[in-house]
């Protein structure tokens, strides 16, 4: 388990990374993780085909990971 000090450089650091994203990949992290929703309920509100939605939504968590990850790392090398 992470100690509380982690969880909070975790959510900071996840936190910039959702800023830094494009303004369309906020939106549609936005609309999915809104309360109730569902990659089919974004699908049919914007127009697009639930298989691409899925794969937009891989590439984006693909890229908070990474971000997240290397957040860390620089918070490590620079001794927080």
């Given at each position: 388990l992470e100690r509380p000090?982690?969880?909070?450089s975790r959510h900071?650091?996840?936190s910039g990374?959702?800023?830094k994203l494009h303004?369309?990949?906020r939106e549609l992290i936005r609309r999915r993780y809104?309360?109730?929703a569902t990659i089919r309920g974004v699908?049919?509100?914007i127009g697009r085909p639930v298989e691409g939605l899925q794969k937009a939504y891989q590439r984006i968590r693909r890229s908070l990971i990474d971000c997240v990850d290397r957040a860390l790392a620089?918070?490590?090398?620079e001794g927080r």
């Open positions: 000090s982690e969880l909070d900071d650091a996840l990374c959702l800023e303004e369309r990949d809104g309360e109730g699908s049919q509100e620089a918070q490590c090398r």
